[in-house]
């Protein structure tokens, strides 16, 4: 039980290096997504399809 929230944090602190790359690769393009709880959880969750879907989703909505 115990390693199961260790993996998830250490997934957390992944997928928050994992949006803060992306952001800084693709912000001269202006296609930032925000840092917030909801896009750190999601990826954490989901992984890099995550990532990949708010992205599409970043581009369909501005």
Known sequence: M???GIKFIKR???SSFLLYGYNMI????NFIIPINI?????????????????????LVIF
């Open 38 to 58: 909801f896009t750190i959880i999601s990826i954490a969750l989901f992984g890099v399809p995550a990532l990949l879907s708010l992205i599409f989703v970043y």
């Open 2 to 4: 115990f390693s199961y």
């Open 26 to 29: 693709v912000g001269p393009l």
């Open 12 to 14: 957390i602190i992944f």
